[in-house]
T-cell receptor, first 114, second 111 residues
Framework: DAGVIQSPRHEVTEMGQEVTLRCKPI?????LFWYRQTMMRGLELLIY????????DSGMPEDRFSAKMPNASFSTLKIQPSEPRDSAVYFC????????????FGNGTRLTVT | KQEVTQIPAALSVPEGENLVLNCSFT??????LQWFRQDPGKGLTSLLL?????REQTSGRLNASLDKSSGRSTLYIAASQPGDSATYLC??????????FGTGTSLTVIP
């Protein structure tokens, strides 16, 4: 299996622009998570899905952030409009959601908003 | 939101030394606990997973323990090597399948 695949690896954009991050989970995994990592706050859970349905989005910082999972093999995290404080590394992770199932992470998208 | 704390934040040891990394959590509904390794510019790689019904797991030179009653987990690394240098994070999974992470321990093994 190729693992969790995220794109792009790096994104540099100007304040006010729309940013879309993409994730392909491991085939067969029914849980998908979006995390944000910064030096100040560490890894923060933004939102997670079970069987393509959003379960908990309480970590989404504000209405500028939205996430979708139109099918079992694809999810997007969108920021519109982007702000400099959104600069961070965004990770997608997936799992089978069982007690003995590890969480698998993608390599992340490093977002810089100028 | 559950709290996960890792101590120390950074650790530097000479090659060959045994070491212990600590993780504490507040969630009483813990489902499992995972230890991860993160190399610079990379994602997190799962090292060990301990289910809530277990007390420890071992993989090679790594041993992780879990004490639910005290809300603590440790990662023991035996005979450390320079290649072990990385940031180690613990992640606590609860029965709602949410995973919360500590801020990690940055380990440097000096040759």
């Amino acid at each position: 299996d190729a693992g969790v695949i995220q794109s792009p690896r790096h994104e540099v954009t100007e304040m006010g622009q729309e940013v879309t991050l993409r994730c392909k989970p491991i085939s067969g995994h029914d849980y998908l998570f979006w995390y944000r990592q910064t030096m100040m706050r560490g890894l923060e859970l933004l939102i997670y899905f079970n069987n393509n349905v959003p379960i908990d989005d309480s970590g989404m910082p504000e209405d500028r952030f939205s996430a979708k999972m139109p099918n079992a093999s694809f999810s997007t995290l969108k920021i519109q409009p982007s702000e400099p404080r959104d600069s961070a590394v965004y990770f997608c992770a997936s799992s089978l959601g069982r007690r003995n199932s590890p969480l698998h992470f993608g390599n992340g998208t490093r977002l810089t908003v100028t | 939101k559950q709290e996960v704390t890792q101590i120390p934040a950074a650790l530097s040891v000479p090659e060959g030394e045994n070491l212990v990394l600590n993780c504490s959590f507040t969630d009483s509904a813990i489902y499992n606990l995972q230890w991860f390794r993160q190399d610079p510019g990379k994602g997190l790689t799962s090292l060990l997973l301990i289910q809530s019904s277990q007390r420890e797991q071992t993989s090679g030179r790594l041993n992780a323990s879990l004490d639910k009653s005290s809300g603590r987990s440790t990662l023991y690394i035996a005979a450390s090597q320079p290649g072990d240098s990385a940031t180690y994070l613990c992640g606590e999974g609860n029965t709602g399948n949410q995973f919360y992470f500590g801020t990690g321990t940055s380990l440097t093994v000096i040759p």
